[in-house]
Every structure is written in structure tokens, then in C-alpha cells.
């Protein structure tokens, strides 16, 4: 555990919490319109684990269920404060209307906060999202340049707010593939060198997140871009001793697959085939469109059941698996996506089987509490002196970020979430959960 300080040592979570988004589309207009309409009373924070969830300690007869927010010194709802930066002018309102995520009368009703958040200008190329174009960019002479902007936002933002705290994930669109392999990224002075030579292999996603990690700002990453994945960052995290976790935010289908896929595994069904599609309609899917912002995400998306499956141990119920996974631009839908799913299944003495999914959900609304939950432990985790990767938060990840490249990432949303309530236990000096001792109660 990397964690400095525990229990009554962890600092009280004094003052506002600040929360900049890069990308103020649909996700980040629903996250604030949401801690608004929850501030006011008008909704519920249904999805969040910060907000919804309790946590069992000790043994089962100590009946010791508190909720997580009273166990940890997490900051509260209404101690959030938000900004950031898009590459279109219009403020939340309006962007928040633009979206379609959430209904009219929600938005008139959280109206003036909304309208008091104006993006930033965004640090932007078009060569890393194709689909998209927009006016409000920085246009400064290098990348280093616009970085030290970026800094200079954050800082002006803390000041302007009052944030005692402030962490930044990344809520804008998806940038086409890149691989891990260029040498700018090997260290943190090759990586400021190219920033200051503009150096094509720096893509605006590592921009914000340099600029984060050199504020002291946690950081995290919503999209399965390379971001802060490269050894130069980690090297600018550890060395700062901030906080940093990714990727791509763990929604839709990835969930159904990570909820579905273990118990499957667990009673040892054999799988032959799980074909995956979708069709929305929301910006991110524009974008998407795009066949090489499809690729960072369709590797993203493919990862996860080679993982949990590991058909290396187990060839005769896993290792002829056919995956397929497809994103559909389709207008009509908006951010109501469905994704359908279909699993060919082997049974005992190799009967066949199927099972079919049909989930009609809606984007935005799954992922909009996941940035809470996010923004309230990444704080926790700087407060308790937590540096570098946090995998412990891989429950919020469809690619989750791995501290040593040479470990898998941990895909199964229950492990998940035991590593995640067992850190927080860890943290406040409480025994982990293992489900077996001696006492009969364990
Ligand atoms: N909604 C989900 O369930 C979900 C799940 C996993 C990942 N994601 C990812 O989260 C991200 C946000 O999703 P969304 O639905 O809010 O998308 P969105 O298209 O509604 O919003 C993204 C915003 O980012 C802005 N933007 C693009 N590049 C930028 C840059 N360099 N700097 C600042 N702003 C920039 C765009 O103008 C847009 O307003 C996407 O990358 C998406 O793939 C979403």
C-alpha cells in the first residue's frame, strides 16, 4: 500500500474541492448540472459508490455497516466546485442543452450555476480527433507553450474559486490510436524537450495531463487515449507525488461484459463467440466514426475478456473465442445508446447455447457518477499521500492502468470492487476482508 498516512492522520477535507474537465460535452454538463440538481435536493446520486454505497467491517456479527462517505474523509457534494475547457465557446447551459442528456426542466433548474461556467480555451489539434473542429482554442507557439497556459488556468481557477484542492479528468473526445513506443515518451526530459520542439507525438490529452501533474493536480483519464500512460508522466506523477488513474470510463456494455463474463467463467461455461454492437448517437459517437478514434477504443473494449477468461489456463472453454465489438454512429439515438450483445455459450459435454443482451441505456448517465466518485477519491488518495497509478480505482475503468506494465490489468468489476473497499479500509486502519479466518463470522 502506498499510501503515507492513515486514518486520523489523513487530512480533513477542508475548504472546496475544485473539479476541472477537459471537454465540456455531454458527461461533464451532466456531472454538474447533476451535483446541482443533488445540492438543491431535486435528484439522487444513483450510480455513485460514494454516495449510495456502505462498506462492511470487521466480522459479520459486529453488524458495522457505515456508508463509505462517513467512513472516509471524503469531500462533500456541496463542497465541489467546477471548470474547465472545451474547444467551443458556449457555457454549461447552453452545452448541457446541446447535449441531450437531461431533460429541459432538469437543465432550467440548475440554471444560473450552469450559466456561471464558461469553458477555458482548449489546447487542441485536429489531427488527434478528425471529427471535431472549434474555435476556442489556445494558440500558443510551442506545446510547452500551451501547457504553462493550462498551468496558469489551473491557477487562476483555484484562485478565482477558491478551491483549497483541485484535481482534472479527462472528459473530451477520444484521439485516434497511438502507440506507447515513441521515444519522447521515455522520460520526463525527452517528453519536455518535445514539448517545447512541438514534437507530433505529443497529443493535447498529454498536454493537460502534464499540465496536472506539474500543478500537483490528481489526475484521471475518462477516454481510452494513451494520456498519461506513458513513462515520462508516471516518472512526473511519482516524482510529484500525485495521484493518477485511467482509463476510459467503465459504462455500457464494457460494465455488462465485466459483470457477465466472471460468473460465466466461474461456473466454467465455455464461450465460442461474443459479438458486440452498438448504435448512439451523441458527439462521442461522431467522433468515434472516425475508423482511428475507433481504434484507441475498440482496443479498449477488446481487452477486457481475454483477461478475465485467460485462455491460456483454460484452451478448452476459451481459447477459439471470437470477439467482435462495433460502434454505430446512428443520429436518432443521441446519448440513449444500445448496445446488444450476443454470447455463444458451450455447456456441459459441449452443448451449445446463447444468451442475448439488449441494453438500452444512456451514456452520460452511467458515466456522470463515476466522475464524482472519481473526483472525491482522487482528493482522498492526495490527502493520504497516494502517488502515481491507483489501481485500487480500476472499478471505474474499462483499461485500467497498471503500476508495472509487466501486470495485467484486473478486469472482474467484483475483484474490482473488493480492492477498492479493501484500500479504503486499509486506509482507515480497519482489517481487509478476505472472507475466511477463524472466527466463524468472517
Ligand atoms: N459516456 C460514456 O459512457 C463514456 C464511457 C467511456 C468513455 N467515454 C469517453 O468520455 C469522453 C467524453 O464523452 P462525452 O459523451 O461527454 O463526449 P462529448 O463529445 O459530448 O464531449 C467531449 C467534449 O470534449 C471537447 N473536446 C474535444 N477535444 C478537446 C480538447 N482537446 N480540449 C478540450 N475539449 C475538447 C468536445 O468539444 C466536446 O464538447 C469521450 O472521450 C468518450 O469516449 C464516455
Known amino acids: 500500500m502506498i499510501s503515507t498516512k492513515k486514518g486520523q492522520d489523513i487530512p480533513k477535507p477542508e475548504g472546496k474541492l475544485g473539479v476541472l474537465m477537459a471537454g465540456m460535452g455531454a ?3 451532466t456531472v454538474i448540472a447533476g451535483v446541482e440538481a443533488i445540492k438543491r435536493d431535486i435528484a439522487k446520486p444513483i450510480g455513485s459508490l460514494t454516495q449510495m454505497a456502505h462498506i462492511r467491517l ?6 458495522r455497516n457505515p456508508m463509505i462517505k462517513e467512513f472516509v474523509p471524503l469531500a462533500g457534494l456541496e463542497d465541489m466546485v467546477f471548470g474547465g475547457w472545451d474547444i467551443f465557446e458556449e457555457d454549461c447551459y447552453e452545452a448541457a442543452l446541446h447535449a441531450g442528456v437531461l431533460e429541459k426542466s432538469l437543465i432550467e433548474e440548475v440554471k444560473e450555476p450552469l450559466r456561471a461556467i464558461r469553458p477555458m480555451k482548449a489546447v487542441f489539434d485536429k489531427k488527434f480527433v478528425r471529427k471535431l473542429d472549434g474555435p476556442h482554442v489556445k494558440n500558443g507557439a510551442s506545446h510547452m507553450e500551451n501547457a504553462e497556459a493550462l498551468r496558469r488556468d489551473i491557477r487562476d481557477f483555484q484562485k478565482n474559486s477558491g478551491a483549497a484542492r483541485t484535481v482534472m479528468i479527462w472528459c473530451a473526445s477520444t484521439e485516434i490510436f497511438m502507440e506507447e513506443d515513441s521515444p519522447v515518451y521515455k522520460n520526463l526530459d525527452s517528453f519536455e524537450k518535445a514539448l517545447k520542439e512541438n514534437h507530433p507525438d505529443i497529443a493535447p490529452s498529454m498536454i493537460y495531463a502534464y499540465a496536472a501533474l506539474k500543478e500537483g493536480v490528481p489526475f484521471a483519464n475518462g477516454a481510452p487515449n494513451l494520456t498519461a500512460e506513458v513513462p515520462a508522466l ?11 488513474c485511467g482509463k476510459d470510463f467503465k459504462t455500457g456494455q464494457t460494465l455488462m461484459k465485466t459483470i457477465i463474463a466472471p460468473g460465466l467463467k466461474a461456473r466454467m461455461l465455455g464461450i465460442e463467440g461474443w459479438f458486440s454492437t452498438n448504435i448512439l448517437g451523441n458527439r462521442d459517437g461522431e467522433v468515434l466514426d472516425d475508423p482511428d478514434s475507433f481504434k484507441t477504443k475498440e482496443v479498449s473494449k477488446l481487452s477486457v475478456l481475454d483477461v478475465i477468461l485467460q485462455p491460456d489456463y483454460y484452451p478448452t472453454l476459451y481459447k477459439d473465442l471470437y470477439h467482435k465489438v462495433r460502434i454505430n454512429y446512428y443520429p436518432p439515438r443521441g446519448d440513449a445508446k444500445e448496445g446488444w450483445d450476443n454470447i455463444d455459450l458451450t455447456g456441459f459435454l459441449g452443448y451449445k447455447m446463447q444468451l442475448k443482451i439488449d441494453f438500452l441505456c444512456r451514456d452520460s448517465i452511467l458515466a456522470a457518477p463515476l466522475v464524482i466518485d472519481l473526483a472525491l477519491f482522487l482528493d482522498l488518495a492526495k490527502r493520504a499521500g497516494m502517488k502515481g497509478v491507483q489501481e485500487w480505482l480500476s472499478f471505474y475503468f474499462k483499461s485500467p ?13 467484483f475483484i474490482q470492487l473488493m480492492k477498492l473497499k479493501n484500500t479504503l479500509r486499509h486506509l482507515m486502519n480497519e482489517k481487509v476482508i478476505h472472507h475466511l479466518g477463524e472466527e466463524y463470522y468472517a
Open 27 to 29: 458527461i461533464s454538463t
Open 58 to 63: 470487521g466480522r459479520r456479527d459486529e453488524k
Open 234 to 244: 508516471l516518472s512526473l506523477a511519482l516524482q510529484n507525488e500525485v495521484p493518477v
Open 401 to 413: 492502468q497498471t503500476p508495472r506494465k509487466d501486470i495485467y490489468p484486473e478486469h472482474d468489476l
